[in-house]
């Protein structure tokens, strides 16, 4: 059974930073794509960054891109989401997820989820 747990969220003022980091269990972690995804309050579920299992090929929403960077360390089962200069619209819960080697945009590509974690961002 695939576990995901993300940690690292909270409340930052505008212009902070924060880092996400996502463990993996139950598979093997480095053979597989991997994702985030936000849910801001009464929205759909959206693509934020993904990033296959050899590191490289890297996709980010236009709207974080050059202020969050996906990362992952294959030998500790962990996925990591660093965002910088945060803003008020970056607020949403924000979720990782596992997919197969073709996983890129869509939340049907992912097969696994985890719990999420709240991000807070004041003005």
């Known amino acids: 059974q695939v576990q995901l747990v993300e940690s690292g969220g909270g409340l930052v003022q505008a212009g902070g930073s924060l880092r996400l980091s996502c463990v993996a269990s139950?598979?093997?972690?480095?053979?597989?794509?991997m994702g985030w995804f936000r849910q801001a309050l009464g929205k759909e579920r959206e693509f934020v960054a993904r990033?296959?299992?050899?590191?490289?090929?890297?996709l980010y929403a236009d709207s974080v891109k050059g202020r969050f960077t996906i990362s992952r360390d294959n030998a500790k089962n962990t996925l990591y989401l660093q965002m910088n200069d945060l803003k008020p619209v970056d607020t949403a819960v924000y979720y990782c997820?596992?997919?197969?080697?073709?996983?890129?945009?869509?939340?049907?590509?992912?097969?696994?989820w985890g719990q999420g974690t709240q991000v807070t961002v004041s003005s």
């Open positions: 139950g598979r093997p972690f480095s053979t597989r794509t």
């Open positions: 990033i296959p299992w050899f590191g490289a090929n890297i």
């Open positions: 997820a596992e997919g197969g080697r073709t996983a890129s945009r869509l939340p049907r590509e992912y097969d696994y």
